[in-house]
């Protein structure tokens, strides 16, 4: 898709109901080493909406998570929030990334420290560096218990955290995430260490908490099945292009498989840009096992 295509794609895809939470504009991202790991790319994400980002390993999924809360600084382009304006500037990021929750892959959870501290720790945004080194408020504590309870790990609240399996933890990860109070849930692979079973349970609760309290919420998956089941929009990447963006009901197999076709069949692909979006199936492009 030529990035025209795909902006306009974008732009019809958002939900004109709602205005744009979050936007890029002509986002790119270089790294360092010279390796380009975001093409530009102009996307909306409407409020409340649920959107799942796929795309094979380096698609650029993190990256463009992680350009979406200030942790990657773009080469060329911004990210917009209606609350903060462009994110650039020190204030506005600060300012973004209170009202963004994050949800990593690896739980990103202090092992040591009860369930009921690692929620704490959601809170550290709203106040100075130094705030660890005091006694949280009764309120924050409430706020945490409730938020521990939401994820329905109440009994577990004093428990060390490496003391609990996989999935408690992610549930950890997303109570921290809640006692931030966001309006925007951002998640990083978050159940690709989860087996099946646990994986969807913890899709099922992050998508209803994000429905129920109308968080835009934006999650890479590898897992094509909830991609289609949980997202309102699909937005597939491949060598840091937006490739795919549309309903779930558009993404036929042949544009699933596109996604996840090897970098020399993609390049060969992208010589012709919509092949990807055809009902074609690419038969020796191996889909990942939890399709
Ligand atoms: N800090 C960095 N410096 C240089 N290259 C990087 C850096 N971070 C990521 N990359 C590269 O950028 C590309 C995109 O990486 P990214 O982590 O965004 O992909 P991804 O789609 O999230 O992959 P995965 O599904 O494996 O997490 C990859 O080729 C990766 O090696």
Excluded at 123 to 139: A, E, F, V
Excluded at 208 to 234: E, M, P, Y
Excluded at 260 to 280: G, I, M, V
Aim: proline share 5%; hydrophobic share 40%.
């Amino acid at each position: 898709m030529s990035s025209t295509n795909t902006e306009a794609a974008a732009r019809d895809t958002a939900s004109p109901s709602q205005p744009a939470q979050l936007q890029t504009e002509q986002l790119s991202v270089t790294y360092s080493n010279g390796h380009q790991a975001l093409q530009p790319n102009s996307l909306a994400f409407a409020q409340g909406e649920f959107v799942v980002l796929l795309g094979a390993s380096g698609a650029g999924k993190s990256t463009l998570l992680r350009c979406l809360n200030g942790l990657v600084k773009p080469s060329q382009g911004k990210v917009l929030s209606s609350a903060c304006g462009d994110i650039a500037t020190a204030e506005a990021r600060r300012a973004h990334r209170r009202q963004t929750g994050m949800i990593f892959q690896q739980h990103h959870l202090i092992g040591r420290l009860s369930v009921l501290d690692n929620v704490l720790l959601g809170r550290i945004g709203y106040h100075n560096s130094w705030r660890t080194l005091l006694p949280w408020s009764k309120d924050e504590k409430r706020m945490a218990l409730a938020a521990i309870d939401r994820v329905g790990l109440l009994d577990y609240a004093l428990q060390r955290a490496d003391q609990l399996s996989g999935g408690q933890q992610q549930r950890v990860g997303v109570a921290r995430a809640l006692i931030q109070q966001p309006s925007i849930l951002l998640a990083d692979e978050p159940v690709a260490s989860l087996d099946p079973a646990t994986a969807e349970q913890l899709l099922t609760l992050i998508h209803s908490i994000c429905k129920s309290d109308g968080l835009t919420a934006i999650v890479s998956l590898h897992q094509v099945n909830f991609a289609r089941r949980f997202a309102d929009r699909i937005v597939g990447l491949r060598s840091g292009a937006v490739v795919f963006d549309g309903l779930p009901g558009a993404l036929t197999e042949a544009a699933a498989h596109g996604l996840y076709q090897r970098p020399d069949k993609a390049k060969s692909t992208q010589e012709q840009p919509q092949q990807a979006l055809r009902n074609e199936p690419f038969r020796d492009a191996p889909l990942p096992s939890a399709l």
